[in-house]
Nanobody, 124 residues
Framework: QEQFVESGGGLVQPGESLRLSCVAS????????IGWFRQAPGKEREGVSTISSRDEITTYTDSVKGRFTISRDNAKNTVYLQMNSLQPEDTAVYYC?????????????????WGQGTQVTVSS
């Protein structure tokens, strides 16, 4: 089955950091743009960040700019999301997916290979 496996979530205090990993299982992510999404309790899923297949384009939703960094290692079939200065409003289940569009507004269109997600909880 072609899907992503996310990991790296956990419970942290405000201001702390986490690095999420997203490993492609059953396929190579080398030729895909990849996006990170999140869904907080009671809210719709939202796009967080994207990275193009050749790493030349990265995008971020406004609320995480300057705090989150997306990166990829095609040799390891893995995409990362470094999250610094975490805040309670970052609490959500984080997912990665292949994306056809890099803008935050369009990244959900045609997204695929969804994983089960990893829980991030920011609380004091």
């Amino acid at each position: 089955q072609e899907q992503f496996v996310e990991s790296g979530g956990g419970l942290v205090q405000p201001g702390e950091s986490l690095r999420l990993s997203c490993v492609a299982s059953g396929f190579s992510l080398r030729y895909y743009g990849i996006g990170w999404f999140r869904q907080a309790p009671g809210k719709e899923r939202e796009g967080v960040s994207t990275i193009s297949s050749r790493d030349e384009i990265t995008t971020y939703t406004d609320s995480v700019k300057g705090r989150f960094t997306i990166s990829r290692d095609n040799a390891k079939n893995t995409v990362y999301l470094q999250m610094n200065s975490l805040q309670p409003e970052d609490t959500a289940v984080y997912y990665c997916a292949t994306v056809a569009f890099y803008s935050i507004e369009e990244m959900s269109d045609g997204a695929g290979h969804w994983g089960q997600g990893t829980q991030v909880t920011v609380s004091s």
